[in-house]
């Protein structure tokens, strides 16, 4: 590298780096602010029956079932939103955004730190290429661009800053210890992931900052202390939370062994997707869940020696050792024996994930190729990653099209079909969507969705044999939804069957809330199927 180039890139990649990384931020997904609320937000923010909050607990509440329960930091977020913004998308986009090069700008200051105090000649372009190039890596568009992902965002984010204060504590202790503490208690009332925060904080500090353990504590004890109190603060939003059916802890769905043994063949696929970000999908339903241990054995054999690995040069004090064990932290509490049955397989889980392997790639191509290296391959990449990232976006521009690209990548995954179906019909593209419906149960033949929406559909069509047998299935697959049971009586009292109309009626005036316009139609419609029996 001549001196002009080397000049030129020691200013980019110092002053000139942060608003480079902003910029580059901005424009990667400048195209997918207008993208539509889809899948987890329709619960977590258009379905939310407490925004706007009308008391001072709803801004840091959400209902229950929904990705924000039990995480008073995201509700907040959400409710001050919808306090700004309203019901325009645009607005929530701009700040899953704005928070996405908020996490860029730390980890640009975390590794420049790092760096720094470890002693190495070129902390700068090593910094810079980091955030750039994990800043624009497609693979954390699902984090990005799902605005009920927000939580991903706000504990990467506290993560992020819990280390970057820590490493400032070193040497002014205020206001950065208060700001740390501070930080991760914020993370722990995002999301479950900043559980290991304290853990990595007090081995960052003995590997980059104090030298060994013993000097860590005497250094920094009451800082320790404090970030461990923090957990606290975790141990009360998992009491008060309420996520429904997507957490099983041992339950038949899923295992705790059969979850370990599943997460091995994600962990692994994960890391495809970090060299080779495709096909990417916003949903895993139907991922295959492993019985047998001897299916995954390759996979898991590539996790163990990571780990092993990483424990060895952990050990040993070496950095590369310390970021595979953020890896692994940070992906332990969604990608071990918890079985998250709602959600087996979620890209958003590698967003924060990512960085220490970034970090890693960019620090091997600095080592053993050199700084010449290292500028080619963030000038080459950094063009690449940003037009694969804009193109993944266009994916996200419409609720069809995302779902499009979800069945492209999963063929075999009903859920996607069955939201395909969804947006088909909002579009009124009636006939695509009973395709996609029927595309559903062929991979899923008890899919109480797809035959709801089937049976919705032929109603529609004036076919009430085929509505019946649909609304049949789905009430056989759920026999307590409500609006399953009040659709099936509806139709069987259209075609004269009283008696089965009156059975699935008065099942939901049993079912059904203290919803006065509710309970008047289904019981209107009971009375008339007992005046024609």
């Not at 800043?135 to 984010?157: C, F, G, I, M, Y």
């Not at 053993?368 to 976006?393: E, F, H, I, K, Q």
Request: glycine share 6%; net charge neutral.
């Amino acid at each position: 590298m001549n001196a002009r180039t080397q000049s030129l890139w020691n200013v980019l990649s110092g002053r000139a780096a942060p608003l480079l990384v902003i910029a580059a931020c901005a424009l990667a997904y400048a195209n997918a602010l207008a993208g539509p609320f889809v899948f987890d937000d329709l619960p977590a923010i258009v379905e939310n029956e407490l925004l706007p909050p009308t008391t001072f607990t709803e801004w840091f509440s959400a209902p229950a079932g929904s990705t924000a329960s039990g995480r008073p930091l995201v509700a907040f977020s959400f409710a001050l939103n919808h306090a700004l913004f309203g019901e325009v998308v645009t607005g929530w986009h701009a700040t899953n955004l704005i928070l996405h090069a908020l996490c860029a700008l730390v980890l640009l200051g975390l590794t420049r730190e790092t760096l720094t105090r470890t002693g190495h000649e070129h902390p700068g372009p090593i910094a810079f290429a980091v955030a750039l190039l994990w800043s624009l890596h497609p693979l954390l568009t699902d984090a990005v661009n799902l605005v009920a992902s927000r939580s991903e965002l706000l504990v990467s984010l506290a993560y992020l800053l819990v280390l970057y204060c820590l490493s400032k504590a070193a040497t002014a202790k205020s206001p950065w210890t208060l700001l740390c503490v501070l930080a991760c208690a914020a993370g722990m009332a995002s999301k479950e992931v900043m559980v290991s925060a304290p853990l990595i904080a007090f081995a960052w500090d003995r590997t980059f900052l104090a030298g060994s353990w013993r000097a860590a504590w005497t250094a920094r004890r009451g800082l320790h202390l404090s970030l461990a109190v923090t957990w606290l603060v975790l141990v009360v939003c998992v009491l008060t939370s309420d996520r429904g059916d997507s957490v099983s802890l041992g339950g038949t769905v899923v295992s705790t062994w059969e979850s370990l043994c599943t997460q091995a063949g994600a962990i692994v696929h994960y890391l495809r997707l970090l060299f080779w970000p495709a096909p990417l999908s916003i949903d895993y339903a139907g991922w295959p869940v492993v019985r047998d241990f001897t299916q995954v054995l390759p996979q898991a054999l590539v996790l163990l020696a990571m780990g092993i690995i990483a424990l060895r040069r952990f050990i040993s004090r070496h950095a590369d050792g310390l970021l595979l064990v953020v890896f692994f932290a940070i992906l332990w509490p969604s990608s071990s024996v918890i079985p998250l049955t709602g959600e087996l397989v979620a890209e958003h889980r590698m967003y924060l994930a990512s960085a220490p392997l970034v970090v890693l790639v960019v620090m091997a191509v600095q080592r053993y190729l050199g700084s010449s290296a290292l500028l080619a391959a963030t000038v080459l990449l950094a063009p690449v990653l940003l037009m694969t990232t804009r193109d993944r976006n266009e994916d996200w521009s419409s609720a069809r099209a995302i779902w499009q690209s979800a069945t492209e990548a999963r063929p075999t995954n009903a859920r996607a079909w069955n939201s395909l179906g969804v947006a088909h019909k909002v579009e009124g593209r009636l006939k695509e969507a009973g395709e996609a419906w029927h595309e559903a149960l062929a991979h899923e033949p008890d899919d109480y969705h797809a035959h709801g929406n089937l049976g919705k559909h032929y109603a529609r069509g004036n076919d009430a044999e085929r509505s019946i047998q649909h609304f049949g299935r789905a009430v056989e697959a759920r026999p307590n939804d409500l609006e399953l049971r009040y659709e099936l009586g509806s139709i069987l009292l259209v075609t004269g069957d009283a008696e089965g109309a009156e059975e699935h009626l008065s099942a939901a005036l049993r079912l059904a809330p203290d919803s006065w316009e509710f309970r008047e139609k289904a019981e209107r419609r009971l009375a008339r199927a007992r005046q024609q029996r």
